[in-house]
């Protein structure tokens, strides 16, 4: 049999072309490949989705115009109880003043408990419609030429190729492009640190979820979790074999007790020029320094540490001082400034001293900072056409790709991707 579409990745990405190609076409033969045991990729966590253009859309490949209609779409389908926010206007003053600006974002929250509900009943309206997912089956290679996927099972036959592996398939994505000879650069990247703190010290969370601070030094806050809300480690794979850990957050829905803490990103971007080719290979280089650095595992340091140029150390962290646990235990107490290179510790550290003159309390001595969070979605594969195609009838989507930086962009570059599908049938 031959699939209209086979769809690699059942995270946000693969599920919008998912459901924009039986909006169009109800009858397609369509079949989701997921290396996972359980569905829907990004979606699992925090779910927080933010409803406003630029917001998870990246500049290269996304402007008003073309990316609007879409959220309209995805926001009619999927209905988010858009969040109240208050008081903006008396930060964005504050802020306004020392250069930083405070973006209004439409945001909704659904948390992971709540991200996974909805998971559940998108995947069953899938099948009900008769898609295919196939869990713990990953796509290993294709062929263009004679359009068949290679999966880690069988060989399938498909009318249309949608690759969305997530940031965690860069590599794999990599890979791909080049035994497809599809060209791509890969010359920024992301790097920076989460804080955790009490929402007593981060007071701006109850007026505004997931605040979006542009400092100078193309720094931002980024993916604020508030409520029951808890720092996270991804484990990545490297070219060469090793393993090291990003770390991330993620909170639970209002159904749950909130533990009084707050987490975000500060993050730092920078694109290379040469002689440095690839922002992955620097991104592994910096996270096995880390690595080193943290005896495996991702590095946290308290804010009264840092300020006073010494380490912190497992026994510290019951000082009076530091009121609350890392929720991310695992990590270890260290320097980050050991690990972390001046260009990305310099902006993060300005940045904050700005966010606690606008939010007063944030640099508390408590305050944890985790190193390292490092964002890969710098490959930008060379498209055939507007709608993401990067070989003959094969489409890249999705964060992996570098289309998208967030659930509803990922969505988004999927819906994108169906249209340019349906246009060539
Ligand atoms: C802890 C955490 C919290 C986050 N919180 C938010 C948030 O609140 N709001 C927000 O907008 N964004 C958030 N994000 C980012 C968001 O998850 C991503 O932007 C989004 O999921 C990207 O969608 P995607 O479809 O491109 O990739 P993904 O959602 O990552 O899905 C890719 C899927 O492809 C599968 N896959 C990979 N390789 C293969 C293969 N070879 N064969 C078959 N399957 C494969 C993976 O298992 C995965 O399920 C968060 C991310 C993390 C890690």
């Known amino acids: 049999m031959t699939y209209d579409c086979v769809i690699t990745g059942s995270g946000p990405a693969g599920l919008g072309t998912a459901f924009a190609l039986l909006e169009k076409k109800p009858k397609s033969k369509i079949l989701i490949l997921e290396s996972g045991e359980v569905s829907s990729g990004g979606l699992r966590n925090d779910c927080k989705m933010n409803w406003t253009f630029p917001i998870g859309f990246p500049l290269d490949y996304w402007n008003e115009k073309n990316a609007v209609p879409y959220l309209q ?163 990545y794979l490297s070219k060469s074999g090793t393993t090291y850990y990003s770390v991330n957050g993620h909170a639970f829905s209002q159904n749950r007790t909130p533990n009084g803490l707050v987490n975000f990103a500060i993050l730092r971007s920078v694109s290379f020029t040469e002689p440095i080719a690839s922002g992955q290979d620097y991104a592994e280089y910096l996270a096995s320094l880390a690595m080193l650095s943290g005896g495996g595992k991702p590095l946290m340091q308290r804010i009264g540490d840092f300020r006073l140029g010494r380490r912190t150390t497992r026994n510290a962290l019951n000082d009076d001082l530091y009121d609350f646990k890392p929720t991310l235990n695992d990590a270890t107490p260290g320097d980050i400034s050991l690990a972390i290179p001046a260009k990305f510790l310099n902006s993060i550290w300005k940045s904050l001293k700005k966010l606690d003159t606008i939010v007063p309390g944030v640099l508390h001595p408590a305050t944890i900072m985790y190193y390292p969070e490092i964002k890969l979605y710098a490959n930008k594969p060379v498209f055939i056409n507007e709608f993401f195609m990067a070989a003959c009838d094969v489409y890249l989507i999705g964060d992996g790709a570098g289309t998208s930086r967030g659930i509803t962009g990922a969505w988004a570059s999927g819906m994108r991707a169906a249209e340019g599908i349906i246009s060539r049938e």
Do not use: W
């Open 73 to 235: 779409r995805l926001e009619h389908f999927l209905n988010p109880l858009i969040l109240e926010k208050d008081n903006v206007e008396v930060y964005a003053r504050r802020a306004g003043r020392i250069g930083v600006t405070l973006l209004r974002v439409r945001q909704a929250h659904l948390g992971t408990d709540g991200g996974i509900l909805l998971i559940k009943r998108l995947t069953k309206e899938l099948e009900e419609r008769g898609v295919e997912i196939a869990l713990a089956e990953s796509l290993v290679n294709v062929d263009a030429d004679s359009h068949t996927a290679q999966t880690s099972k069988r060989e399938v036959k498909y009318k249309a190729l949608v690759v969305a592996p997530g940031r965690r398939g860069f590599d794999f994505l990599r890979n791909l492009m080049k035994s497809l000879k599809i060209e791509f650069s890969d010359n920024s990247i992301d790097v920076g640190i989460r804080v955790e703190t009490t929402a007593e010290r981060y007071s701006i969370v109850r007026d505004y979820y997931d605040p979006k601070f542009l400092f100078p030094e193309s720094t931002r806050t980024f993916c604020t979790n508030s409520g029951n809300a808890h720092v996270v480690q991804e484990k």
